[in-house]
């Protein structure tokens, strides 16, 4: 006679199959979690290096176009107040197409990043 287990073991084998699942799950969650933060940490300090590095170059191309302006405008004064000009003229380009240059950016690298699916 073939002898088969007895109902109460095959559901205590259920139960502890589901609970290693649940466990395992939660860990998977984890490990994901920590991957995303990890990805969104790296490319916000990397944006924020590129960002200073750039503003420290533009600070120097435009002292350095303030000293070309020098001899054309006949001052110095009007020189850096014509950078200054152009300074003000980028942050209100900046300003004005701030959704498609900044927002819609920002939210398509997270949308991706946290509302994709992974390989498992």
């Not at 287990?5 to 589901?18: A, G, H, K, R």
């Not at 006949?74 to 197409?97: E, R």
């Amino acid at each position: 006679m073939k002898s088969t287990p007895e109902p109460v073991e095959n559901f205590q084998q259920l139960y502890d199959d589901i609970k290693k699942y649940v466990v395992l799950q939660a860990d998977f969650i984890r490990v994901e979690f920590v991957e995303k933060l990890t990805i969104l940490i790296s490319s916000f300090l990397i944006i924020m290096l590129v960002v200073i590095l750039a503003m420290a170059a533009l600070f120097y191309l435009f002292f350095s176009l303030a000293y070309l302006l020098e001899p054309l405008v006949g001052s110095m004064a009007l020189s850096f107040s014509i950078i200054s000009a152009l300074y003000i003229l980028l942050i209100i380009l900046l300003f004005a197409f701030r959704k498609g240059l900044i927002i819609n950016p920002i939210v398509r690298f997270l949308s991706k990043l946290f509302l994709t699916k992974t390989k498992n």
